[in-house]
């Protein structure tokens, strides 16, 4: 490959690499809880009057991810016989199907939940309303709020007519039936998901939707002692005098899940993957741009089966590699490029099937992979274009045009090589000839001076 050829692989390589690379530094930290669940040893709290408490942290979009971690909190809770499970929620909402996976796993713990939606400032959306109301115990710390449960379509719009009514009235059966259980506000709870709802800590308190208020951990623990509650196993008194808390850190596998499942780093992998396949095809035999496109397609697609994709969006997006790579064979002077830049916007408007603003992909995220992939693309068709027009220097078209000097016995000597010439006129030693033709091994020349 020429310099050009590296260049372009290393903008392509930096560019596109490099967002992913410094989200992961900045969100992947050292401080990783151990991958699989092993029963803790606690044997130190055995001769002490001390229980059990775990501490889960969800911050962000509840998706598969989150009911990865919740399941795995709830095991090693049980599996450690928890006196308590305490779950910090801050949330704008989530994705339906882990969001009903949650609510079961909570719903069926054997150790007792409490949803703490906290600090203050927090809030629980969407699906945090509902995660709220399947919890044992609800708290919320001050100045926060709670609501806004009410289903929606990808489109943005509302549900139409009887789907409309039938998902709506599943989603209130879900959350009525957890606030029975738990005898919370269901009145409340039917607002939240048919009018979208929002109240504070405060009002949430008066109108019976969570059970109390607390500062912190610390003082959460302090109200939540003495109080009952039922599991599976039967009635349960919470004793949380002395507690040692065991933070659940979140392991680096799921790290780099939650990384690559956020609608828009998923957005960006599949688009350095297509980019890759593409620049793999102009440039054949480059390797590099070949082999991260197809890491980061199959990332991609990992990434899709977690979300709620529109495949209209999805189709877009295929359509673009297809128009990128139809610019090779077909020339368009750009034209399809261009068609191409266009299904990447719109396909990432569309790509994830939800309303929320904070579960789709984001205008700024959506711009800059189409200036880059433009710049990037428009730089390759340069070098296409002005490859095709510069002369060839190999080969029966190289030789057109070329000076050689005549030899004796019909030959012609031209870059370091003699050739069997033919020429209209005789030719003597040392004349100056044109190439003007190749036939076979001979050259057709005619002589340019005497």
């Known amino acids: 490959m020429n310099i050009k050829s590296y260049m372009l692989l290393f903008l392509f390589g930096f560019l596109l690499l490099s967002p992913i690379i410094s989200f992961t530094i900045k969100n992947v930290t050292a401080d990783d809880s151990v991958g699989n669940i092993q029963p803790l040893d606690t ?61 079961k796993n909570i719903l069926n713990s054997h150790v007792p939940i409490c949803i703490y939606i906290g600090p203050s400032g927090a809030r629980a959306g969407s699906a945090g309303v509902y995660m709220t109301y399947s919890a044992h115990f609800a708290a919320m710390a001050p100045s926060t709020n709670i609501g806004s449960a009410h289903p929606v379509s990808g489109s943005g719009e509302e549900i139409d007519s009887i789907m409309n009514e039938k998902v709506t009235n599943d989603a209130v059966a879900q959350i009525k039936a957890a606030a029975e259980k738990w005898g919370r506000n269901k009145e409340w709870a039917e607002k939240a998901v048919r009018e979208s709802v929002n109240i504070t800590d405060n009002e949430a308190l008066k109108l019976n939707v ?14 939540l002692d003495g109080r009952e509650t039922s599991t599976p196993l039967g009635e349960k008194t919470l004793t949380l005098k ?28 599949m688009s350095i993957g297509g980019l890759g396949i593409v620049l793999e095809l102009y440039n054949p035999g480059a390797i590099f741009p070949g082999v991260v496109g197809a890491i980061c397609l199959i990332l991609a697609f990992y990434a899709f089966q977690t979300l709620p994709i529109n495949y209209a969006g999805l189709a877009l997006l295929l359509l673009a590699v297809v128009l990128f790579i139809a610019e ?33 992909i984001s205008i700024s995220v959506l711009i800059t992979i189409v200036l880059i992939a433009g710049v990037i693309l428009g730089f390759v068709l340069y070098l296409v274009i002005k490859s ?8 029966d078209k ?51 001076n005497k």
């Open 242 to 269: 002395k507690t040692k808390i065991e933070v659940i850190k979140t392991s680096f596998v799921h790290k780099i899940l939650d990384i690559i499942t956020q609608p828009d780093i998923a957005f960006i992998l």
């Open 210 to 223: 969570i059970d109390l208020r607390a500062e912190d951990i610390d003082d959460l623990l302090a109200k």
């Open 398 to 448: 190289g030789m057109l045009g070329k000076i050689a000097e005549a030899r004796p016995n019909g030959m012609v000597f031209v870059d370091g090589a003699l050739w069997k010439a033919e020429a209209e006129d005789e030719l003597a030693p040392g004349d100056k000839v044109e190439i003007t033709a190749v036939e076979s091994l001979t050259l057709k020349v005619k002589r340019i």
């Open 388 to 395: 095709a027009r510069n002369k060839p220097f190999i080969g």
């Open 43 to 103: 044997s130190a709290y055995e001769s002490l009057p001390i229980t059990l408490v775990y501490q889960l942290d969800i911050e962000g979009a509840i998706g598969t991810v989150t009911d990865d971690r919740i399941a795995e909190a709830i095991e090693l809770a049980e599996t450690n016989k928890a006196e308590l499970l305490i779950i910090t929620l801050d949330t704008p909402g989530g994705f339906t199907k882990p969001t009903w996976s949650i609510c």
């Open 328 to 360: 090779i064979k077909i020339v368009s002077h750009g034209l399809l490029t261009v068609g191409g830049l266009i299904s990447v916007f719109f396909g990432g408007l569309m790509l994830i099937d939800t309303v929320d603003p904070n579960l789709k």
